[in-house]
């Protein structure tokens, strides 16, 4: 007898419950996936929004940075009294007129004794910022007793100076070739001779030049061809004079086609070169040569030997050990930049002697704004914001919390009070740039206040910062617990007197809190501004309440509005400032609602 033991079918009730099990195991399963996914996909959004947080913010302090920084050169420069026009009389009104720019240019035309010509003396003016004769000036009233002396004074370099000792102009390479180096000439032509091959790097960059150039024409020959053709499909449709005009207009880019194919055919040639001499021109990058004290600019190069422009006169045509004498590159051709070579020379002395120097622009933090990059600074936008927030404050606050008060301790509940209530939350929500044309038509217009003032923006951003203070003061209010009223109540107090004594004190940290947040709204606001003339270029500090002025998102408008490279570097780095200012406004809020809040 086999002890084989047979299953027991399962009854249907049980197979019920163990298909309802199933089930629900199942449920619990794509439950818990489902959940999963979610936080996948919640942390996924975070680390995206975070990333995207951490490139601006990147961006901005890399291109802005620099702009905390200012290249000054120092200038020996002589302040004669007959030069300045000021004779005896030494008063300060008489000495803050004096033309100090003639002396300023009278410094560089000493230290570069050979630039002759008008427009190679602009160009050496052009080193030094246009606001150069204010550091003399200021040096001179700090001190008469200089007059009739030579003084080193340290002055701001251009902005294009500037920007390319910064390396943001143009990417700057050097190198020391190897064997020794034979100069023959110091002025005017120079040829540097090389028996070593020290020169190939250059040929072969140039070359590879030279098929980038040759591509770019392609592409624009396309162009001009696609151009041809569909001028030439218009002939069928015009007829007379418009014909006419169309004919000649193809056979100009027809000759222009033809001119472009032969240069393109030539640089192709010239990049295929290995040998010989290349011409340089403004479309290649432009190298010099540090030699005996001197700088040569190449206009011909060849494996062994270059022939240049001496930039800088040589001190002598003594052979130049390796390692004394070097080759700098700069990459973008002088056809695309702002800074000719001549200055990169002038500059480049200035530095071999130690007259250059990087230091921190505290003028930025000091000076209003300029049309010159270098002399532009963000006090003037700093303290029209100030004056525009106490107007601001002065106004949104008392009104805001007493509103706040009034609709949730003493107002009736019914239709009016709901209408209120819901016209205050759509106020919030209405787009800043309303209240700027609320402000143009009725502060302006009507009322005839003066445009550009901090006291009409104070205004209007009171205006918008209202419903925010209002709504953020009856959420504090609405916190603290009724047992506070119900007590102060029984014990005798009255309306006012337990709003006043108990309610209102025990919810101020919420109210500041949503003050503060809505003050830090109100700073980082441009549109309503700009409605009421706070757009205008503004020199001058705001003494008052009434002066014109500006206010710093749109002082980082107006730069972010400027084709000079340079204030490229200065608007990063007044939305620095800017977002330094609504991140302590943000903490201050936060610190308030610890400090003093209670939890009920």
Known sequence: MTDATQAVPASSGERRELKKRATTDENVRKRYAKERRFKAYGMTAVGLAVTMLVVLMVDIVSTG???????????NVTIDPERLRIGSDRDPETLSRAPYRLVVRDALKEQFPSVEGRRERRSLYGLVSNGADLAVRDVVLADPSIIGTTQAVWVKTSDDIDTLLKGQMTDITRWEPPGIATPIGTQREVRVSVGANAFTNIVADVN???????EDREDELETLRGIIEAERAQLDNVTGEQRENLQTAIEGNV????RLAETIADLRQRAASTGGTEQMNRELPSYLVKINGGLVKVTEVSNSEITGQALVPLDSEAEAAPGTWEIVSYETPAADRRVSDQEIAWISVLQEEGNVENRFNWAFFQTGDSREPELAGIWGAVVGSFYTLVVTLLISFPIGVLAATYLEEFAPKNRWTDLIEVNINNLAAVPSIVFGLLGLAVFLNFFGLPRSAP???GMVLALMTLPTIIIASRAALKSVPPSIRQAALGMGASRIQTVTHHVL??????????TIIGMAQALGETAPLLMIGMVAFIVDIPGGFTDPATVMPVQIYLWADSPERAFVAKTSAAIMVLLGFLVLMNALAVMLRRRFERRW
């Open 455 to 457: 006291v009409v923006g």
């Open 255 to 258: 000759a222009e086609a033809e």
């Open 65 to 75: 940075y620099t702009a905390f920084f200012q290249n000054v050169v120092a200038l």
């Open 505 to 514: 004190p025990l919810a101020m940290p919420g109210i500041l809190t949503g």
């Open 208 to 214: 590879d030049r030279l098929e980038e150039l040759a």
